[in-house]
């Protein structure tokens, strides 16, 4: 099907496909700045994403010590994780959700145009 | 619920908010110029989200005039009204599907951070 990007408003944040991004490779990386540097997103607004998501939820999402004799490191809590695997699972779901729709329009465009694949 | 924002990306065209409420207006006032000031758009890019939508499928969603006596004027084609009925639809589902996921977010806010209504 075609590829559906999305972001969820809250009043404290905004979560879409850079900040879903960023933190799965924080998991994967251990660490902020190299999950920039897998984006192309400076260490600063990297950072600065982090910040923000870790102020607008209860507990934050992600687990930092900055700098230190081992160039600190990252985690996600257990509240960023599930966060995450929410954010995936409304993307999964309003895929399924609107396929028939998209196929519809998909039908319309000229010349047999295929719809992306994700 | 939260706010969903999303656009449909096919190869040949996207299909976002800003174009579904360009439709919505032109369908209502009659006119591509009319409608783009109502979204404080300018002539130009309201005309040239026009040009792209119409190109991109294999009849054109808007018919217009340019000018003449009485000023032009545009009005959804059948296709167009199709495609603004399905990216709602899309929308619609998109959102009730999410609605599960989008509240269990909500519910790690900090300070009880209530979902922005749409």
Redesign the interface.
Known sequence: M????????????Q?GPGKAELMEHIRDTGSISAAGRRMDMSYKRAWMLVEEMN?????PLIASTRGGPGGGGASLTE?GA??LR??R??ET??E???AP??A???A????G????QK
């Open positions: 075609a590829e559906l990007r999305f972001r969820v408003r809250f009043d404290a944040v979560l102020a607008a939820f209860a507990v509240a599930e966060v929410r954010y699972a409304i779901a309003a399924v959700a609107a729709h998209v519809a329009i998909a319309l465009l000229a010349s145009d295929i719809p992306k």
